[in-house]
């Protein structure tokens, strides 16, 4: 029997507002909550500091992906990560980490070594939400709660240029967020809504709202 699906599952592109949707609703609803992108971003860390090239050296990522030790803060307020006893939280939030990031996701079989912690979280903690790629598709297709959060382009951008600040140029942000959905879409699908998941369209919606939307596809015996 496979593990229970978390309460919650948010997938969406980049800029599209998962993480801080994802945080509101589990803050509101006393939930856990994984940014399951932060795993892939701590490997692509680990990967980084051991001098390896996943384009060019796959197998060494994959062994990395499979073997460390990962902790993932699963509470709705922290979002610390430490890999193989290093913590990597603010690293994994640096643009030049979303740079590299791609070459390490797009690897399946790093995917799918993730995928299965992923489901183990998921399993551990019961009531949970989720956020990233392929929730709704691959991690957990049978959660109580389908979303695909998308929003504009334009406004996707916007977005991730005020979360950014002066860290980077606009350029780098419209890459970080063109190419990474490009290069993601290689493995995932995350831009067309599967049979049975909610479309939440944020361009034109505060932040409440988005998370007052999510809530409001929540059985009432699920809050």
């Known amino acids: 029997m496979s593990p229970s699906p978390p309460v919650i599952a948010i997938d969406g592109p980049s800029g599209s507002g998962k993480s801080s949707t994802s945080r509101g609703v589990a803050n ?25 090239d996943p384009t060019t050296n796959p197998r060494d990522a994959i062994k990395v992906a499979q073997s460390c030790h990962l902790e993932i803060d699963t509470s709705a307020i922290d979002d610390r990560v430490v890999i193989d006893g290093e913590d990597v939280t603010k690293e994994i939030r640096d643009p030049q980490t979303s740079a590299k990031v791609s070459a390490v996701a797009t690897i399946q079989p790093v995917r799918d070594a993730l995928t299965a912690r992923m489901r183990q979280v998921a399993a551990d903690r019961g009531r949970i ?56 879409s290689t493995v995932s699908t995350f831009e067309e809504p599967a049979e049975g998941v909610t479309v939440v369209d944020s361009t034109h919606l505060n932040l409440d709202q988005v998370i007052d939307a999510v809530i409001d596809l929540v059985p009432v015996t699920l809050r």
Do not use: F, N, W
Not at 28 to 52: E, F, K, N, P, Q
Not at 144 to 150: F, I, S
């Open 28 to 52: 509101r609803l006393g939930l856990a909550r994984l940014d399951t992108g932060s795993m892939y971003r701590a490997v692509a860390c680990r990967v980084a500091h051991l001098g390896i």
């Open 129 to 184: 939400v989720m956020e990233g790629r392929d929730i709704t598709t691959v991690v957990c297709p049978d959660a109580q709660v389908r979303v695909l959060l998308v929003a504009d382009p334009a406004i996707r951008v916007a977005r991730r240029q005020a979360e950014l600040g002066e860290k980077v140029d606009m350029a780098q942000v419209i890459d970080s967020i063109v190419r990474r959905d490009r290069d993601d």
